[in-house]
């Protein structure tokens, strides 16, 4: 299993708060609570991160290839201006949603899976959390709810209490990949419940991605941006 340090270090940063805030709904002391978070928020990050770390080409179907190895920042197109992928993590940090339209094969969740990645490997003060929207069930859930679900199956110590302090620290981006997934009637739901996360957790940061859509139009707090169709995301 890969190990990254990045989004530990953050975490080391935020964890006192963190345990202050909940102190009062768990039973353990300081130093348990640190310990068991750091261990199951290792685990959820480096399976993450060995998931989506590699893919497979036409060039090697078989063989899977780092996604660092063959990864090519893309342009985007926001308001008739290119921004240059390698600038894209500035980008995200100076904004609170960020939505990625690009039609089919060109490079939407390639360009989050990198990104994750990234935020892995380097500290921007940023912890990611992915999530397959097609995996969420709009209808019963919602992105705190699912998120907090995959960490407490790495630890049961990790309460729900515990991830919306982390979420307050304002340290946390969550990178939300394929909202065109989603099932059309349940869209608007989903989008509403999107558009949640950033209202009862104003510091946290959200990235969105989608083949391009009307939806959007109108959200206002969401920086949207396309990715230039002559660009390639792979060597």
Known sequence: MAIVFAP???????????????????????????RN???????YIAAKYERYSKVHTLLSPNVPINVEDIYINPKFDYK?????????????IDRQILVVQAIAGHGKSMFVRELFCRLCNVNYGL???????????FELSNVIEAAHEELSAKSTLFSRSSFEALVKSGKVLFLLDGFDEIRTNARKLALRKIDQVTRDFPTAKVVVTSRPTDIFNGWSPATIVTIKETTTCLK
Do not use: C, W
């Not at 953050?10 to 768990?26: G, H, P, Q």
């Not at 912890?127 to 069930?137: A, G, K, T």
């Open 8 to 34: 530990l270090k953050i975490l080391d940063e935020v964890a006192t708060d963190v345990y202050n805030s909940t102190k009062r709904a768990i039973s353990i002391t300081r130093d348990v609570f640190i």
């Open 80 to 92: 008739n201006q290119i921004v240059l992928g390698e600038n894209a993590i500035n980008f995200v």
């Open 127 to 137: 912890i990611p959390i992915f999530l397959e929207l097609r995996d969420i069930d």
């Open 37 to 43: 978070m750091e261990i199951g928020f290792s685990a």
